[in-house]
């Protein structure tokens, strides 16, 4: 989920403290309520600003560069070939605006903040949308020495700490497979360094203090210091406390702490602030969580419900099987089989290599189209989705039913889920010594389907292991993790995981 909301806050925006301005503060009252739209997901109006900003003051670089932004936004929400050809037509006039004022003048920190940037913006659209890691790669380092060059010169130019900040952010994540980027390229991401940049814009940026407690809400929920993300969250919710993506936001980081309840309450407020404002993206994204959230709860009327209205606004880029899941099972769950397998049989099936949970989903849709679901699929269900809401108790009872049935034989995909769900059960509860014990019965197991499981068994014993302070044990079952070569669901993300646990 933190992957989906980056996305939604995609659009990054910070300061220019632009030399060339014909008006400097009337640009600057129009960028500053242009960022405000964007926040409040008033893109027309952020447009109409920008736009504004740009026709007053020619010369001035925030006017072309903030306009830019709103394309970028599009682009990399939606994936739209169009907005994606927009944005980099715009980009490149930015950067040969730069280049040229750098060719006349090398010590401009204004157009080098732009060009650092801009760089940076393009390296994320090359990569996900153009699938061009290789080149994404390179923009996003010429993007991080410009703004490199611009800190060092006067390291009170507070804004370019956001871009790199985002740039030691993000690169420390790069996963096993992207590695060979970074001895190419000659980069590595510090994530200390990062949040150290991001806590300078966020206090004293004069354009980027909101965008920087967004990456700083997203970087303290990755290493689960929920206290941290909250207060982040909390500050950009009083800011914009109308703002359809920031309840959005808030709701995400809700439900990662399995308050449920009050997650559902957050969507439905953004839904409430888009009235009048009617974006596709949120009516996408609060149906999605809300069916996911009720799915949660066990509540399959209301998952199956939002579920549908979800679907209904998908566009032909967007994830879809886990949805086309939880709402199928739901109907499932209600009694309706011929309903359910109307939304197995929609499996979206063109994805991307790299995109693993869309992989998974489809093969899990593709196991409830071929079988009805079994009594053993149900308690899975109800005690997977107990556990994940917070309800503890129920939880335990329902594991307790799965290994207590009589005469059960279970084939070992089944066993290596309850092993995974009462491991994850005691972890919940603290009880680290018993979650050990539960997730070891998985290396002795080989499943079929579910292969996944036996590395991940490793990686949940390696967090147990961190918990109780033991980082050399930790490191051996990471490494038994890592070590597994035959291919299993989210491989490529198993590296990320480990380096994101060893430096939390």
Known sequence: MVKGYFRIFAFLTFLTGALYAQDFGKVHELVIQGIDAEYNMDFSLALTK?????????????????????????????????????????????????EEIIDKNENDLDARLYLGWIYTMRSFALAYIDQSYLKGASEIKDGNNHLQFV??????????????GVYNFITSFIPRKL???????GFEGDREKGRKYL????????????????????????????????????????????????????GGLLSQQDKMAEAVEAYEQSLEYNKGKNSEIIFRTAYGALGSAYFRMNDYSKSAEYGKLFISYLTKDDNMNNRLYSTGVSLEFMGDRNAALEYYRKARTDMKDDNQWEKYWLRKLREREAAPLTVTDSL??????????????????????????????????????????????YYKQKDYNKAIEQFKLNSSLNPQNEKWLVPESYFQIGRCYLKLGNKSEAQKYFDKALDIDY?????????????????K
């Open 380 to 425: 899975l269900i109800a005690a997977d989705n107990n556990r994940a809401t917070g309800k503890l108790t129920e939880a335990a009872k329902d594991y307790s039913t799965l290994t207590n049935t009589q005469n059960a034989n279970y084939n070992d995909d089944i066993k290596a889920q309850i092993n995974q769900g009462l491991g994850q059960l």
């Open 199 to 250: 806590e300078q814009a966020s206090e004293k940026g004069t354009y980027t203090k909101s965008e920087a407690k967004f990456y700083l809400t997203i970087l303290s929920w990755r290493e689960e210091n929920y206290p941290a993300a909250e207060s982040y969250a909390a500050q950009l919710k009083q800011q914009y406390p109308q703002s359809p993506a920031v309840w959005m936001l808030w």
């Open 50 to 98: 920008f736009q504004e900003a740009k026709s007053i003051a020619p010369n001035d670089l925030r006017g072309p560069f903030f306009e830019s932004t709103i394309y970028f936004w599009k682009s990399t929400l939606t994936r739209n070939k169009t907005e994606y050809e927009t944005f980099m037509n715009l980009s490149d006039k930015i950067v040969e605006k730069c």
């Open 487 to 503: 291919d299993y669901d989210f491989k490529d993300s198993m590296d990320g995981k480990i380096k994101n646990e060893l430096t």
């Open 179 to 185: 590695q060979f980027l970074t001895s190419i390229l």
């Open 151 to 164: 800190i060092e010169k006067n390291p009170n130019y507070n804004d370019a700490a956001l871009g790199l």
